[in-house]
């Protein structure tokens, strides 16, 4: 799979649930179709919340990544 560069990054650690979703939500509105947006969180819960958000919404999730407690996702703006 080829490495996608992200457009912009949307750091959420060290926020809980729904916070992530509510900002990584906000964020995407702000570009344009296509855009890759990395969110970089710390709440476990992010594993389950982002790719179902991604699904509700529309949107992709290109990648997952842990590292220790740190979560990477880049997500695709479909929509």
């Known amino acids: ?30 570009y344009p179709t296509g ?13 389950t919340d982002i790719p179902a958000w991604a699904k509700t919404s529309g949107n992709q999730v290109l990648k997952t990544e842990r590292e220790g407690t740190v979560m990477k996702f880049h997500v695709k703006k479909v929509k």
């Open 35 to 47: 855009t890759v947006l990395e969110v970089i969180a710390t709440d476990p819960g992010t594993l």
């Open 1 to 30: 799979m080829s490495e996608t560069k992200p457009d912009a990054t949307v750091d959420v650690r060290g926020l809980f649930c729904p916070i992530p979703i509510v900002k990584l939500s906000e964020a995407i509105k702000n």
